[in-house]
C-alpha cells in the first residue's frame, strides 16, 4: 500500500491579542512613567497628613532640607549637623545674590522624619532665619483618610 | 499582452515580518517596568515664619494669634489633652470642631477665617509627626460630601523655643 505523503503545514499561532496587550501596557507605563528627579532620601519617613497641598507647580528656588531621626540634614548630597548647615546656606544665599534674588525668594523645604523631635525642626528653621530665609513648606506624605 | 495569474501566484498571501516589532515592543515594555517607581503623593503646608527684624508697626485689626500648646512625655509622646485659647481637647478632630464653631463658616475676604492665625508651642522632644497633625487639624477639614479641603486657619507658625523646653 501506498502512503501519500501529507503535506506539512506551520501552525500559526494568532499573535495579535498579544500585541495588543502589550502596547497596553506600554502606554500604561509611559503614561505613569516620572522623569522628574525625585527629591527623596532613603530612611526619611514623612508623617502623613490628609490636608497637605500637594505643590501647584515647580517652585522657583527651592532648596530641599532633609532632616533625619537623629536631626542631621541633608543639604545637596551632604549630610551635616545644624553647625555644619550654616556653611551650605551662606553659599545658597550668595547663589541667589549672584542671580539678583534674595533669600526671601527662596523656599526652603523641610522633609523630615516623622519621628525626629520637633525641637530639631525648629532648630533647623531657626538657622534658616539667621542667614535671611522666611519662606518654608514642611513636606508630608498625603494620606488618603 | 496578457498577463495570466497561476492559481498559486492568487492564493500567496504577504507575511509582515513580526519578530523584529515584538522585539522592540518587548525591550520597551521591560524599559517602562524597571524604571516605574510606586511614589507615594506628597504635599506641602506652608508655615509663616517672619524674620523677627521684619516686623515693623504692628497691624491694628490683626487678631493676636490663637496659641496651642502640645507637650510631650520624656518618649517625646503626645501627652492629652492639648490646650488652645485655654480649651482642653482630647482629639485632634475636636480641636478642628472646636475651631469651625469659632471661625463661624465663612471664607471670603474680611472674614474671621481668612485673618485667624495659630501659633504653635511645643516640647522640643515632642515627635515631629504629632506637629504635622496638630497643623492638618488646625488647617482645615476634608467636606465629607464633595472630599474637598476646606481651610480654616491659613496661617500657622510656630513659636520661638523656649529654653529646655
Not at chain 1, 497637605?52 to 551635616?80: F, N, S
Request: hydrophobic letters at 40%.
Amino acid at each position: 500500500m501506498r502512503i501519500r505523503r501529507k503535506e506539512t503545514k506551520i501552525q500559526e499561532g494568532d499573535l495579535t491579542p498579544m500585541i495588543d496587550m502589550t502596547f497596553q501596557l506600554i502606554a500604561f507605563f509611559m503614561v505613569l512613567i516620572n522623569f522628574t528627579q525625585t527629591e527623596q532620601l532613603e530612611g526619611i519617613y514623612l508623617p502623613t497628613a490628609a490636608l497637605a497641598k500637594p505643590p501647584e507647580g515647580p517652585m522657583e528656588t527651592p532648596i530641599t532640607l532633609h532632616v533625619d531621626r537623629q536631626g542631621l540634614v541633608t543639604i545637596g548630597g551632604q549630610q551635616v549637623d545644624l553647625n555644619g548647615l550654616v556653611p551650605h546656606l551662606i553659599n545658597e544665599v550668595n547663589v541667589l545674590v549672584i542671580r539678583k534674588k534674595s533669600p526671601s525668594d527662596a523656599t526652603i523645604i523641610i522633609r523630615a522624619d516623622r519621628r525626629v523631635p520637633a525641637g530639631k525642626v525648629q532648630d533647623v528653621i531657626r538657622v534658616c532665619q539667621e542667614n535671611r530665609f522666611d519662606r518654608f513648606v514642611l513636606r508630608v506624605l498625603q494620606s488618603t483618610d | 499582452m496578457k498577463f495570466r495569474h497561476t492559481a498559486s501566484q492568487l492564493d500567496e498571501k504577504i507575511e509582515l515580518q513580526m519578530t523584529p516589532m515584538i522585539d522592540i515592543v518587548f525591550q520597551l515594555l521591560v524599559f517602562f517596568i524597571m524604571t516605574f517607581k510606586i511614589v507615594a503623593q506628597e504635599g506641602d503646608f506652608n508655615i509663616r515664619m517672619p524674620l523677627a527684624s521684619a516686623g515693623g508697626v504692628p497691624d491694628e485689626t490683626q487678631l493676636p494669634p490663637m496659641k496651642l500648646y502640645l507637650t510631650a512625655d520624656s518618649q517625646g509622646e503626645l501627652q492629652w489633652p492639648i490646650v488652645l485659647n485655654e480649651q482642653s481637647f482630647d482629639s485632634f478632630p475636636a480641636l478642628t470642631q472646636y475651631l469651625i464653631g469659632l471661625l463661624g463658616t465663612e471664607s471670603g475676604p474680611g472674614s474671621a477665617r481668612e485673618s485667624a492665625e495659630v501659633e504653635l508651642h511645643f516640647d522640643a522632644n515632642l515627635r515631629y509627626e504629632y506637629v504635622v497633625k496638630a497643623i492638618d487639624a488646625v488647617s482645615g477639614q476634608l467636606d465629607p460630601q464633595t472630599g474637598r479641603i476646606v481651610e480654616l486657619v491659613p496661617k500657622i507658625r510656630f513659636a520661638p523655643q523656649t529654653a529646655g523646653g
